[in-house]
């Protein structure tokens, strides 16, 4: 199998090991016994009965390389994927112009290099820039490879997400793994997200995750979830995985910041019919770029949160009313049923005090 850190290969010499080390960079990963990356074939040991050398795929430096990625210089890196299902009964409006907005945002006010921003979306040409599953994983490899401390890094997904059962290593609380949807069909467990995102991630390292989808509270398996009180106070929540599952990263800190729960969907093509968005990306862009000085996490997810309720259509409904009847409806309407916007970390911290930067 393959170092989710440097991309080696390594062997696993004890049948019923759940980790091994990579003797070249130290670190860790996670066996997986099912080829849950997507990237580690089975070696064919003949062909045709000709007893040909075994074939395996290219280590992830070689692959990188093939599929043409950006060269990174610099500490700021980003990929932003948008998938739009074009031609299928779950089109959705909003994922072009999801990634459009964000890498407007990253450039313009977070001084993020074009070259150091990868994109896939189902518009795309180029065969290794469509929002395939291979090719998802891959740039998500792209992402963290070599990274080193001071690096900031930003993964934006916009499209379907969905829950599965948990059949593989039991580590969900509620029995359910989170996905997100590619082009060509199927699924992307969290389990897959956090191996290939979360666990390489060095000391000094920071990852931002920012996932509009239906059901993405934890789809990369933090194991520290915040969330506002109705007073504006955060209270962390410890989603550890059930079975002690190693889910953090080599010494680096990964923060996601979701579009609902994961019993919640979310909206998709709002604003107007020239450009519609996601809520959710909509609503993070908006908070950010327009804040006067760097926000506290608080004070973003604040934001992001008034700014859904706004452009619910609940509410719009209600502005159009006589103001008594307005107050009222406010006081017997439950708004429960809006998406809420999630954060979760790989660690703790003061969310009062600490500023939102992409450095």
Known sequence: ????????????????????????????TRVQRHGVMGFVTDAIAHIAGGGARAKVRPAAPARIREAGYPIVHGHKRALLVG???????GELSGPINDV?????????????PNQC?????????????????????????????????????????SGHGGQVRDEDDGDELDGKDETICPVDGGYIRDDEINEALVRPLVHGVTLHAII???????????????????????????????NGAWKNPSGGQAILISGCTDSQLSTDGIRDEQLPMGLLTYSF??????????PTYVQLLATIKAIILERNADRRIIRKLPAPLSSLVRKVVNFSGVQEPQLSSSHKFDVNREHFVLE
């Open 100 to 112: 459009k907005g964000m890498s407007f945002l990253l450039t313009q006010k977070y001084g993020f």
């Open 83 to 89: 998938v739009k299902y074009t031609g299928t009964d």
């Open 212 to 242: 509009d989808a239906c059901h993405s509270g934890t789809v990369l398996d933090l194991p520290n979830l915040c969330k506002l009180k109705k007073n504006g106070q955060p209270k962390w929540e410890n989603h550890s995985p059930a």
């Open 117 to 157: 921003i990868l994109t896939l979306t189902d518009e795309e040409c180029d065969p290794y820039r469509t929002p395939t599953r291979y090719n998802i994983l891959l740039a998500m490899r792209w992402l963290v490879y070599g990274c080193r401390s001071g690096d900031s890094l930003v993964f934006h997904f």
């Open 285 to 294: 862009v908006t908070a950010a770029f327009f804040a006067q000085q760097s």
């Open 1 to 28: 199998m393959e170092c989710a850190q440097c991309g080696a290969w390594l062997s696993v010499v004890q049948p019923r090991a759940g980790s091994v080390q990579c003797a070249h960079c130290r670190g860790v």
